[in-house]
């Protein structure tokens, strides 16, 4: 089954415990972004990937790394999470440069204490 | 003025009436547009792209494009109360890899 997959899926943790949320996928996508969903503020990119060892920012990159060694994987880590780092976190991929074909993973609640 | 905007709802909306969200832009360079379904809980979906101006049909969906005006809808014909979900706008500039979200409307179909 073509899936993006996260984990965890939830995570409670406190101010400044590194952390890392993986995320995969088994469709051989080139394209890979991490998203956060806050009320109010909706989806804002992370990071993207267009392919491995090829990472940019995205609108909202502070406090957070990427890194993309192989390509179905997509780390995104916090070296020091912080209270405003509580969110709801997904993953994406997609095939081509289009985004007609982005699947998301089922997301990774986070909540830093 | 935000990149994506739209009407946070809830619209309410009986069932087997026509929804209809709207969605406006500030950046004129944009090419691509996109209607995501969230259901709550849950991750985004794609339903629906649209690049040229006019209409584009799926099935009960009807996506259109207005980019002298700068606005992106999206129809939703004989609702149903599984169309009942927030519907997220999106907008890409071709090239760029942003993709820039709208924060949502909540669509509550009434049985």
Known sequence: ?113 | QKEVEQNSGPLSVPEGAIASLNCTYSDRGSQSFFWYRQYSGKSPELIMFIYSNGDKEDGRFTAQLNKASQYVSLLIRDSQPSDSATYLCAVNLFGNEKLTFGTGTRLTIIP
């Open chain 1, 1 to 113: 089954e073509a899936q993006v997959t996260q984990n965890p899926r939830y995570l409670i943790t406190v101010t400044g415990k590194k952390l890392t949320v993986t995320c995969s996928q088994n469709m051989n996508h080139e394209y890979m972004s991490w998203y956060r969903q806050d009320p109010g503020l909706g989806l804002r990119q992370i990071y993207y990937s267009m392919n491995v060892e090829v990472t940019d920012k995205g609108d909202v990159p502070e406090g957070y790394k990427v890194s993309r060694k192989e390509k179905r994987n997509f780390p995104l880590i916090l070296e020091s999470p912080s209270p405003n780092q509580t969110s709801l976190y997904f993953c994406a991929s997609r095939f081509g440069s289009s985004y007609n074909e982005q699947f998301f993973g089922p997301g990774t609640r986070l909540t830093v204490l």
